[in-house]
């Protein structure tokens, strides 16, 4: 699994409150991303972090944030969780050989 | 940006039979294509990559091809095994970009 450790696995938010999700990798690597995972729509990119303090958007940014203060942890905050937003979302790293690793997801559902 | 599109988007196949996933991307600059499997409940795993500088790659029962010209990599997977049952999604990167991913192919095999 690479290193990569996600929580919580499985969370139910009430629409208008905040949400954080958390990535944890353990082997130092620069690039780490956010995915969002839909039926029919794949793996859908949130945000990107190409070291510590640097992010960028991805094609889906909207109703989401982003930091990373330490290369170990990058976090994901739904600043006001709406249904639309009821997804499975994947953490990954980027190793220097280019490959992209993932975690195991966390299931959120925004009622 | 990168579109990568994916067909078939479902594949039945016999026990013993080969399948074969397809992938087109747009942009010329893309030059990594790695495979993930995605089974039940989990994280996309990388099962095989490609790099633009190959056209060909093989790993026992596994294989990728590359066209740079037409712009289109495949998986094929020789004698199939329930164990293949997952979602398998192709990939398109640009080193230090970031990953474009199809839409998923979920394939059965047949016992």
């Known amino acids: 699994d690479a290193g990569i450790t996600q929580s919580p696995r499985h969370k139910v938010t009430e629409t208008g409150t905040p949400v954080t999700l958390r990535c944890h990798q353990t082997?130092?690597?620069?690039?780490m991303y956010w995915y969002r995972q839909d039926p029919g729509h794949g793996l859908r990119l949130i945000h990107y972090s190409y070291g510590v303090k640097d992010t960028d958007k991805g094609e889906v940014s909207d109703g989401y944030s982003v930091s990373r203060s330490k290369t170990e942890d990058f976090l994901l905050t739904l600043e006001s969780a709406t249904s639309s937003q009821t997804s499975v979302y994947f953490c990954?790293?980027?190793?220097?050989?280019?490959?992209?690793?993932f975690g195991q997801g966390t299931r959120l559902t925004v009622v | 940006g990168e579109n990568v599109e994916q067909h078939p988007s479902t594949l039945s196949v016999q026990e013993g039979d080969s399948a074969v996933i397809k992938c087109t991307y747009s942009?010329?600059?893309?030059?990594?294509f790695p495979w993930y499997k995605q089974e039940l409940g989990k994280g996309p795993q990388l099962i095989i990559d490609?790099?633009?500088?190959?056209g060909e790659k093989k790993d026992q029962r596994i294989a990728v091809t590359l066209n740079k010209t037409a712009k289109h990599f495949s998986l094929h997977i020789t004698e199939t095994q329930p164990e293949d049952s997952a979602v398998y999604f192709c990939a398109a990167s640009n080193t230090g970009n970031q990953f474009y991913f199809g839409t998923g192919t979920s394939l059965t095999v047949i016992p």
């Open positions: 082997e130092n690597h620069r690039y």
């Open positions: 990954a790293i980027r190793d220097k050989y280019d490959e992209a690793f």
């Open positions: 942009d010329s600059a893309s030059n990594y």
């Open positions: 490609i790099r633009s500088n190959v």
